[in-house]
């Protein structure tokens, strides 16, 4: 909990978390739906935690990091999250009104219509590459909608959660808003509650898990999971342009992004030339990785030895890699930016996420070629597609399916306030932001109210007579 002391032996901290849930759940069932003020007001103080506690977020996730620059965790997780409260004060009145709908001859006269109401207590599990926004994002959405939220943030950014949890015990009572902290056990408990819905994000394999316990008390879910996002370059696309553009949302937070291009798709003659032209970025950007602020830390010991075993397998099996002060990183304890070309199937870098800033690139013959690759895996949360040709843009995403896409650009339909956000298949289920997180997180309520009469109840019992008009 807010307070939970870490001491505890988990069955005392996991009851507490029991305890916390089963508040919010009889506050849920005891009071009235949250009013549009009471809405506003929610999230005008989430708006003041952000604002006032910003520093110590950022410190609190650098530290987690080892190093993450300030911007970084500005643009990334402080701006969006202000700009998804300021967006959701701004349409809330209008997300909140009654949706009427068409009535049918037999029920008139009658009013049809859509009320959206709360759930009731939703349930966050968050991961720790952009611990904030992900935990506050889905926040905004739920109460938007009205409900109360519980939330777990990642073991692995423990400065930043115990920041978290403390923010939201001031700026919340505890049948409003609360964190629950702790690792994978608590994670376990925490999914097993039965809450009215339960957003998570993280790994497909966690997601599954997930899944299975929110099932056993039909909880419903939105997974927000991860993948190998491709990059399609088409052969009428500036190679230079598409470099500083996959550059960029290849090695912000040093590859530690779900929507990261995974891998690069490239007309075989351009291949060599990109990897230059991508290692030209990444010396313009990151001049000493090893030491440069704006270079992000790999977030665990686990995770460095995972990505420096997936560059040393991939040259063990004869692929061409291309690093960036490889040794003087892994000295510093971060993994350099690293391009690599050729990695062949069986490897983990064309298998598996690669989560870090190792960047495979895949030659292909012709553009049906690269979009039978695509669609020959699983179907990836984001994909991107740079060409000039509108015919080209439209050929690729007509013929391939993932979560969202960026055409000509990277990671930017994420920032788009408009657009729902989600994966697709293996990449998730559901999406959230904006009026589509209102309404995830609401029930939209059926109703139909009467007429003085109606014409449907005239034509009941005894049936012969209608038997007979149905009958001619
Ligand atoms: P993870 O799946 O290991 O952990 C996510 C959260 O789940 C953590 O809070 C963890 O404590 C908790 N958890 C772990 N085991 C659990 C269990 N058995 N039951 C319930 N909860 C459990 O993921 P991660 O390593 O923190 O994050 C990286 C992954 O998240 C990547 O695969 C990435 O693509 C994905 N991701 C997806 C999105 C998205 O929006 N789709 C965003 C960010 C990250």
Redesign the pocket.
Known sequence: MADADPTKPPSAELAAMRAAFDRLHAASRREPPADLDLRRDRLERLKIMVRTRADQFVSAIADDFGTRARIETELMELVPTLGAVDHALKNLAKWMRPEKRKVGLNFQPGRAFIQYEPLGVIGI??????PLN?ALSPLVDALAAGNRVMI?????TPAFSAALAEAIGEAFDADEVVVAT???E???A??SLPFDHLL????????R??YK?AAANLVPVTL????KSPVILADDYPLTKAARSIAFGKFLNAG????APDYVLVPEAKADALAEALLAEVRKSYPDPARDPDYSGV?SKR?RDRLVGAIAAARAKGAKVMAHGEEAAQNAGKVAPTIVIGAPEETILASE?I?GPLLPIVPYHRLEDAIAFVNARDRP?ALYCFSKNPETQAHVLRHTVS?GATINGTLLHIAQESLP???VGP??IGAYHGVEGFKRFSHARGVYRAGPFIAFERLGPPWGKLARRMAK
């Open positions: 599990i968050s991961p720790w590459n952009y992900l777990k943030p990642s073991e692995l702790g690792g994978v608590v994670g376990r925490f999914a998570f994000t993280g790994s497909t394999a966690v997601g898990e997930v316990a927000e999971l991860g993948g530690q992004t779900c929507i977030i995770h996420e989560f949360l979560g956000f989600g994966g990449s998730g």
